[in-house]
C-alpha cells in the first residue's frame, strides 16, 4: 500500500510538471513576437548606435573608427552642458506645478458626484489628444506680441505688451506653459485612480478623530499615493528633459538659445552636421544622464520601503 502511494504521488507530480512545462511553452511562445519586436527596434539600433558612437561617420562616406573622440567632443562642449542645465530648468518649471495641480484635480474629481466627475475627467484628458504640434501653434497664436490673447487680457490691468517667445527672460517659461497642459491630462487620471483604490474607512476614521481636509490629505492620501507619485516624478522628469515639439515649433530653440533643450540641440546637430557620431554620442551621453538622475531619484526617497 505504502509503495502504491509513492508511486501515485509520483504520477500526480510528473502530471503537474508536464501541465507547467507545456504552460511554460506557451507563455514562450507568446513571449516570441515581443522579443523580436524589441531586438529589430530597440536592441539592434542600440547596439548599432554604440558603434556609431565611435566611427567618424556620415551618409556620404564610410565609418571611419575615432575612439572616444566624439564622447570627448560632446563632454567638451559648454552648449551641451548649458542645453542639460536648462533641461533641468524645464523640469522645475514644468513637474512640481503639474503634479500639485493634477493632485487638487484629482482631488475635486473623487470629491463630486459620478455625473460630474466624469465630465471634469473627460475635460482633462482632451488636451492629450491633440498634438504637440498644433498645441504649439495654438499658443504661438496667444504669445504674439502685438494680436495675442495673453497681451490683450493684459493690456485691460495696464500691462505692456510682452514678447513671451521673444524674450530670453519668458521664453522658457512660456514653452512650459503649454507642457504642463498637455501632460495634466493622463497625471491626473493616474492620481485619480489611486486615490479612488485608497480605503475609506482610513477617511471615515479619521473624520471621527475630527481630521480636517489638510490633515486627511498629508496623513493618508500623500502616503497612500507615494509609489504613484514616485512613477509621476520619474516618468514626468523623463519627459520634461526630452521635450522637444515645443521648443522646434514654438522658437526653434531662441531666442539666444534660451530654448535650446537637450533633444533640440541633439536634432540640430544631426541635421546640420556632417559627422553624424557627434550626435549619436550626445545622445547616448543624455541617456547616461537620465538613467543617473532616475536612479538618484529611486536612491533618495529610498523606494525599496515604498512597496507595501
Known amino acids: 500500500m505504502a509503495s502504491q502511494a509513492v508511486q501515485e504521488r509520483r504520477m500526480i507530480r510528473q502530471r503537474r510538471n508536464r501541465h507547467r512545462f507545456r504552460d511554460d511553452k506557451i507563455a514562450y511562445w507568446f513571449l516570441v513576437p515581443v522579443v523580436v519586436l524589441l531586438g529589430i527596434f530597440v536592441i539592434w539600433p542600440a ?32 552648449l551641451f552642458w548649458s542645453s542639460v542645465a536648462r533641461g533641468f530648468g524645464f523640469v522645475a518649471l514644468t513637474v512640481p506645478p503639474m503634479l500639485v495641480l493634477a493632485f487638487l484635480f484629482a482631488s475635486l474629481v473623487v470629491s463630486v458626484g459620478k455625473r460630474f466627475a466624469g465630465i471634469l475627467k473627460v475635460s482633462i484628458y482632451i488636451p492629450t489628444i491633440i498634438s504637440a504640434v498644433i498645441t504649439s501653434i495654438i499658443f504661438v497664436l496667444i504669445y504674439d506680441y502685438s494680436g495675442g490673447l495673453l497681451n490683450w487680457f493684459l493690456a485691460f490691468f495696464g500691462i505692456d505688451p510682452i514678447a513671451w517667445i521673444g524674450d530670453p527672460a519668458w521664453a522658457l517659461l512660456a514653452i512650459a506653459v503649454p507642457a504642463i497642459w498637455l501632460g495634466m491630462g493622463l497625471t491626473s487620471l493616474i492620481m485619480v485612480a489611486a486615490m479612488v483604490d485608497i480605503p475609506q474607512e482610513f477617511y471615515e476614521a479619521a473624520a471621527m478623530e475630527g481630521a480636517n481636509w489638510w490633515q486627511k490629505t498629508a496623513y493618508i492620501t500623500l502616503p497612500q499615493m507615494k509609489n504613484i507619485l514616485l512613477y509621476l516624478l520619474i516618468t514626468g522628469f523623463v ?36 559627422n553624424v557620431g557627434y550626435s549619436i554620442a550626445a545622445a547616448l551621453l543624455m541617456f547616461v544622464v537620465l538613467g543617473t538622475v532616475s536612479a538618484v531619484v529611486f536612491r533618495f526617497v529610498n523606494s525599496e520601503r515604498l512597496v507595501d
Not at 534660451?258 to 552636421?273: A, E, G, Q, V, W
Open 47 to 78: 547596439i548599432y548606435a554604440g558603434y556609431l558612437s565611435f566611427q567618424n561617420w556620415s551618409f556620404y562616406k564610410d565609418p571611419e573608427f575615432v575612439g572616444w573622440k566624439n564622447f570627448t567632443d560632446v563632454m567638451s562642449d559648454p
Open 239 to 274: 519627459a520634461a528633459i526630452q521635450q522637444f515639439e515645443l521648443p522646434l515649433v514654438m522658437t526653434n530653440g531662441g531666442p539666444l538659445d534660451s530654448t535650446m533643450l537637450p533633444n533640440l540641440f541633439i536634432f540640430n546637430h544631426f541635421r546640420n552636421d556632417i
